[in-house]
């Protein structure tokens, strides 16, 4: 796959990069030059401009709340709308935790203070307050005919709307709002996540779909070749049944 | 009175019980007792402290810092009463008071006894309250197992709170170099001492390696300064002025407000540097003495399960615990400056005193030992997690990948073996692993269970 690229823009990596988000980064990188495809990150921080189209796939992770102020502020600000026009035009994203939320209509925080968000997914999310159990622990969601495994750690709710399909279905853990056994939403090319940090590593099929999905707006009919995942597959395999062996006792 | 006796003879019938069983060394079980039927039991028991108490808390260092704070008292000719290590919480603390009483539920006044405790961040406020301490002692505050406390914007505030309603009469010591950790000198009552590293020491006389200690300097420790609004790291009251890297550790020279100190300090790091820095500074708050000081640390010897050496079948055994990536980091910095040879071995485990999320190990450099092993073992419950990571590192065993074994008493073996003989192999467990690893090599190299070491 000679000359071909994978151009990756990094949302505010410097406020967003809790708990491993930079493993997503390299996983992306990783799997693409196994492939022979270069890979190229760039990171945008505060004020600065985002041009979408430039951009096969645009990264965004998760913060504290302070931080994730700041940046929902920008977002809204400087950003939302060439995210928007990108994402009409095919743009992938990959939006985790933090980064996922803002990506919905509105964040409602435990005080009751409403932050607008991108509206790039038609969902909302709602901290119910301080008092509230937070949702922490090991996730399997069931995804195209297979899982994904990770951890979350949130304490809002999101509630899908109907112009978005979940990424998939709890087989254990909370997902989206710990009700409806939803677990992420997707709309377009945009897919987003509560299974934050190194999510894609140990998840090297739904790694592949995101990284194709990006590819394919400007190289239609790319499959990407297979390598050797045979690491990635026994840590996944482990995962999901430490995973679900916890759900069990719980 | 009465409830207070009581107390202590249970939590001591406790103790005696579950060492007679072996049951984990009753580090916590006879504080939680004896919590049970006194609810007071701290502030009963450490109210009889001749020589009163001080505190220890932040994220790293803490063990290291009370371990080196109770060899100064020690060479001080104070007795010291100290929770063990890891059992940080109010149960741990009146476990150690439980033990230091005697079943009448006196502790002897005629012993100059210093409650030395190292606490957990956010039990600060409780243990405080309890034990009314003479100085808090304030190391750091790093991002660590937020499932645990949510977010380091939390912490900070408990600890505001804590310090502001502290009594005047408590010295609170702070890490200057740690903005969050300094911030804390504002709402202080009573008097602050400061202690950092200093900007104007020539830092390495002997190699000159600048690298080598920007390196050190870890984390978001050091010299900060805000663009926007000015706030400066300030001069520090306690700094070390110099500090030399050695094969096994490192030579320190500390100023005081009484004067220098020179010392020689078993523990390796820049990081040990700073713990040695806050053990001093809190006896300097607690008028300990400069000789004492000196002493205390020229005495120490490296911490359980921090930086442990043990010898196993003709082979050196390095403990060292991981606990975040900023700690981490400071690890396979040691490592990798030994050489390019190393055996190691990497136990992850996911209980809540590990972290439950794995996901930190994403944030730890890895990429340091590319090229820099001999042979890799990897166990734990989490193993695959830990060799994914190492994969994309680049780190593997003699071009293989890394050895797989999440059984930990045979991985240990396995890496014992992969070790040539004479040779050191470095382990490096999360907290409940390096329990299990060091019970093992204690058990090997016919050393006694963890609860008995000193
Ligand atoms: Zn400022």
Redesign the interface.
Known sequence: MKGLALRVAHLYPKLM???????NI??LQ?RSEARGISFEVEGLELGDPLKAKEYDLIFVGGA???EQRLVAEDLVKVKAKPLGDGVRRNVAVLAVCGGYQLMGRFYRTAEGEELPGACVLDMHTVHPGAEAQ?F???IVIEWNGTTVVG?E?HGGRTFLGDGVQPLGRVVAGFGNNGEDGSEGAVYRNVFGTYL???LL??NPKLADHVIETALRRRHKDLRLSEIDD???D??H???VR?ATRRSIIR | MIQRTAAVAAGKATAAVSRRFRLGGGTALPGLVAQRIDPDVIRDLSGQLSEGSVIITGTNGKTTTARLLRGIAKEAGLKPVANRAGSNMMRGIAAALVDAAGWSGEIASAERRLGIFEVDEATLPLVAEAVYPRAVVFTNLFRDQLDRYGEVETVAAVWRAAVAGLPAEAAVVLNIDDPSVAALAVVAQGRVLTYGMNADARWCTVCGNELEYSAVMYGHLGHWRCTKCGNTRPEPDVFCGEFQAEANGSRLTLKLPGGLVEANLALTGLYNAYNALAAASGASALDLGRPAIQRGLNAATAGFGRQERMHVGGRGVQIMLAKNPAGLNQVLRTIAANGSNADLAVFLNDSIADGRDVSWIWDVDFELLEGKTRSVTVSGVRAWDMALRLKYAGIDGQGASPNVEPEPAQALKRALNATLEGGTLYVIPTYTAMLEVRDLLARWAGRGAFWEAE
């Open positions: 990069n809790i708990y491993g988000d930079r493993g390299l996983c990783h504290q709340d302070r937070r922490i622990g090991n951890f750690n934050h940090g190194a590593p140990k045979a690491v990635e026994a840590a395999a482990a995962a430490q």
